[in-house]
């Protein structure tokens, strides 16, 4: 267990110290207080909490930018380090590999987390004073979307292993993890509202379409915090159609869990391959 | 004999190059090997496949009575890659107490380790600063820590000053006086300078030569050589006496084998006033190593 958590104690470190802790923090922050200045603005009164409609916005942004971090933290982790030869004593110590993946994926979520919460934190507060009727309710669900955005986040870093142990150079790597990033979060939705507009009434809108979204763990993480504020009016995107879902909303959190043990297990079984 | 490394026929080929032709090597505790050849004859893959990063083809490995790549094995084994290399954004000291934590080590053998290696003062720095000796150095630091039973050292000394090199002779044969087994890689014979207990060279793949170094002199039988100065009246007549080669005016280089070498002091001693000076080299070591990893020849094998 020392050795696992010597491994994620490294890997903070190095986050903290080539500032990619303060680089992703920044990148959130100024999206973030873009979405909270919008929100406050004059047009923004409404009878919600104020922090309610910046959370709505902020789920989308979440929805774009924190798998775009996480990939970028993670697909170097293997490919890299073989690649500048740091992998080679890890892997000849006594430490399984399995453990090494482990290790490497809570220093990894740690990172993302500092920058989630130090992002989302600051933005949040600056919401809080300049908000209209912000109570308690505004504040939980920052709260909530803060600690599902870092599962998110957690999910793609274990996507982006499965990237990074499956290639040998850094650069094919992040080739992969963009063209993950771009198929999850863009692609994905936009054959989703084609399917959408050509069958509205069709099978595929009724039946398919909530499971599909169910699918992928960007989208299920939007349908869970828009059905969690609890403010139909404020949904936005696809997640709109949260409403007329054949089951209940909140359980779409499980899939980017579901999708995290399964990135986790298909890079250790990747890794175990790997000849350094 | 209780070898901690045993390797019995192992053979390993890439696509069509034979990496390694049935290589059985051992070594025993306490004991120093060097493994030698030319770049790619099969040193570092040889390391590789005790590591467990690799899987032979054929034959055997065990060390210290475990499967190369297990668990036991891997606690048993410490390994210093050729080019070693570090996350540059880490101080020595972390680095090295990130191994031993891996290792499961004492923490106090942080220090200790390095302390052998000369790095305490740079031990707060950066290691991405660091130039290729004191990388070097450091490797070797994470490599002594956790009391492995079999070192394996690649090419250790490339990058190493004269005194650190000597500093490290030292400091694997404290290790090895404690019972670790040492097998470490080296381009030629010269850069050991006698500091290891046994010899093997590899040559394409192929075990050439496995014996003490001593051995190895004996067997190789390469002539020794002698020069004889003499002035530039006399140099012609001494040429003719002797025979051999003649070099810039005033030598005569002559060739001889060690049986025959006393005879041939006494011819040139004969010659009295003719001679100014004579001066008698033994087959360097480099000129041994090149007599095995160049010539097909299986003299040492038996041993």
């Known amino acids: ?276 | 004999m209780n070898s901690v490394l045993q390797t019995h026929a192992v053979s390993k080929h890439f696509r069509k190059v034979e990496a390694l032709n049935a290589v059985s090597l051992n070594v025993a505790p306490g004991e120093r090997v060097a493994l030698l050849g030319h770049n790619g004859a099969g040193k570092t893959t040889l390391f590789r496949i005790v590591l467990g990063f690799l899987k032979p083809d054929g034959g055997s490995i065990s060390i210290a009575g475990s499967k190369p790549g297990s668990k036991q094995a891997r606690r048993s084994v410490s390994y210093l890659p050729e080019s070693v290399a570090f996350p540059k954004m880490l101080t020595g000291r972390e680095v090295v107490s990130y191994y031993a934590k891996l290792k499961g080590a004492r923490h106090s053998d942080v220090l200790s380790a390095l302390e052998k290696v000369d790095l305490v003062d740079a031990a707060d720095r950066r290691c991405g600063g660091y130039s290729k000796g004191m990388r070097q150095r450091l490797g070797l630091a994470q490599a002594l820590i956790g009391d492995p039973k079999l070192l394996l050292l690649d090419e250790p000394t490339s990058g190493l000053d004269p005194i650190s090199r000597q500093k490290f002779y030292q400091l694997v044969s404290e290790f090895a006086g404690r019972g670790t087994a040492v097998l470490l890689s080296s381009h030629g014979l010269s850069e050991l300078e006698a500091r290891t207990d046994r010899v093997a060279i590899l040559r394409k793949g192929v075990l050439v030569a496995n014996a003490p170094l001593s051995d190895l002199q004996a067997s190789a039988n390469l002539p020794i050589r002698i020069s004889v100065r003499s002035t530039q009246a006399n140099v012609d007549r001494v040429h003719r006496q002797l025979g051999g080669s003649r070099i810039n005016g005033v030598s005569v280089e002559l060739e001889c084998r060690q049986p025959h070498k006393m005879a041939q002091l006494a011819a040139i001693s004969k010659l009295g006033a003719a001679v100014n000076d004579v001066e008698v080299s033994p087959p360097s070591l480099d000129e041994i190593y090149r007599h095995f990893s160049n010539h097909h020849d299986h003299a040492g094998d038996a041993k």
């Open chain 1, 1 to 276: 267990m020392s050795a696992v958590l010597a491994i994620a104690q490294t890997e903070i470190r190095i986050g903290i110290r080539n500032r990619w802790v303060m680089l992703a923090s920044v990148i959130l922050f100024v999206f973030a207080l873009l979405l909270v200045l919008l929100g406050s603005g004059p047009g923004g009164a409404t009878r919600a909490d104020g922090l309610t409609v910046v959370v709505a916005s902020l789920a989308t942004l979440s929805v774009y930018l924190v798998p775009l971090i996480a990939l970028l933290l993670s697909f170097d982790a293997i490919a890299g380090e073989i690649d500048r030869g740091t992998l080679q004593l890890t892997l000849a110590s006594p430490v399984s590999r399995g453990q090494v993946l482990i290790g490497k994926f809570i220093g990894h979520g740690c990172v993302l987390a500092l920058a989630v919460i130090f992002g989302y934190g600051v933005a949040g507060a600056v919401g809080y004073f300049l908000g209209h009727n912000v109570g308690l309710d505004g504040i939980i669900d920052l709260g909530r979307l803060i600690v599902t955005s870092i599962a998110l986040g957690a999910t793609f870093i274990a996507i982006g292993y499965v990237a990074s142990a499956s290639v040998r150079q850094t650069g094919t790597a992040a080739a992969l993890a963009v063209a993950i990033w771009l198929f999850a979060v863009v692609l994905y939705d936009l054959a989703l509202l084609g399917g959408l507009i050509t069958s509205s009434d069709g099978l595929f809108a009724k039946v398919l379409f909530p499971y599909l979204l169910l699918v992928n763990p960007a989208d299920a993480f939007r349908v869970f915090n828009m059905a969690a504020i609890d403010a139909g009016g404020l949904s936005t995107g696809l997640a709109a159609q949260g409403n007329s879902m054949p089951f209940q909303p909140h359980i779409a959190i499980v899939s980017p869990f579901i999708w995290m043990v399964i990135g986790l297990g298909l890079s250790t079984l990747i890794l175990r391959r790997v000849q350094p």
